[in-house]
């Protein structure tokens, strides 16, 4: 099921969307929001979030709220503006806004941008079922992907780095680079960093999303930004 919240302070807007929604024909959940700081305080992860930029002077803007999302929240929804004010779009791109509709909304552009964002979703639904089979401590795990920060080759076993806590099972580094070559890029002789927690990097160092700094190899550089960027490009938003 996917999850989508609106966040409008009319709640004549948020009926509508709902309905457009509803419209889709879509298994999903749809849960409604006022203001922003009633959206933080439920503290709900939507896949999708529809949201209003402009949401009067008590409230935090909607440009504002999908700012903190963006540094704070450990679900990332795809985000989908509208607004009456055009303007803004260019400020869209800094939060890495799916899409930017404006207001009043044209139904058949909702029901295409909301069709595009259900798709992405699915995909990355579809990518984060993915998982790792091992043993550890006598016992079959299946550990998914997208829990993986980074894995470590230390004393013939990998590490894999999950959450602030780690798992080491008997591993050969060089098999998973192969065996994980979609989402993981090997920096170093002895890390395999998930491309999904790169938060930025430099020629010798990678800072993870989770606060770590991995070291990375003069050898190694060019192919991890090649396999950064391809990276990025197949997780970008939609245009405009």
């Known amino acids: 099921m996917i999850k989508i919240a609106v966040c409008d302070d009319e709640k ?3 009926n509508y969307i709902r309905e457009l929604i509803i419209d889709q024909d879509i298994d999903c959940e749809i849960k409604e929001f006022a203001n922003s ?4 305080l439920n503290n709900y992860e939507p896949d999708i979030l529809v949201l209003d930029i ?3 002077k008590d409230s935090a803007s909607g440009m504002e709220l999908a700012d903190l999302i963006r540094k704070k929240s450990h679900k990332q929804p795809l985000i989908i503006f509208i607004t009456g004010y055009p303007e803004y779009v260019f400020n869209a791109f800094d939060v890495e806004a799916f899409h930017y509709l404006l207001k009043p909304i044209d139904e058949k552009q909702f029901a295409r941008v909301m069709q595009l964002a259900i798709t992405k979703v ?4 579809d990518s984060d079922t993915q998982s790792l089979e091992i043993q550890h401590d006598g016992n079959r795990k299946i ?3 997208k829990d993986i920060s980074y894995i470590e080759s230390q004393n013939h076993k990998a590490v894999l780095h999950i959450n602030n806590r780690k798992i080491a099972y008997y591993a050969r580094i060089g098999e998973l680079e ?3 070559s979609d989402s993981f890029c090997r920096i170093h002789k ?3 960093v998930n491309l999904a927690y790169v938060d930025e990097y430099s020629k010798s160092e990678v800072t993870l999303t ?5 070291l990375i190899s003069k050898y190694k550089y060019k192919d991890f930004v090649r396999a950064h960027m391809r990276f990025v490009k197949k997780s970008e938003p939609g245009d405009f």
Do not use: A, C, Q
């Open 54 to 56: 402009d949401m009067g």
């Open 37 to 40: 700081s009633e959206y933080f």
């Open 122 to 125: 699915t995909k990355i639904s």
């Open 143 to 145: 550990v998914p992907l």
């Open 178 to 180: 192969e065996e994980l």
């Open 210 to 214: 989770t606060g770590e700094v991995l």
């Open 12 to 14: 004549n807007v948020r």
């Open 190 to 192: 002895g890390y395999l």
